[in-house]
């Protein structure tokens, strides 16, 4: 059996029995989950997707 990766972008993180689900895909934890608003870290320390993350925040441009 071949280890599966985490669904979030830039994320090389293997998801195990404590992944969780969204849209039918499989991430490594919630900040992958919901795509690291306000700029929240993956589980994994030295993991970078959080960096490469789009912003999820929805400021009004002023």
């Known amino acids: 059996m071949s280890a599966k990766t985490c669904s979030c972008p830039n994320c090389e993180c293997e998801v195990d ?3 969780l689900s969204r849209d ?7 900040a992958c989950a919901q795509g ?4 929240a ?3 994994k320390p030295g993991c970078g997707c959080a960096q490469s993350a789009e912003p999820s925040t929805e400021a009004e441009p002023s």
Not at 24 to 30: H, K, N
């Open 24 to 30: 039918g895909l499989a991430y490594c934890c919630a």
């Open 41 to 43: 870290a993956c589980r």
């Open 17 to 19: 029995a404590n992944a």
């Open 36 to 39: 690291h608003i306000d700029g």
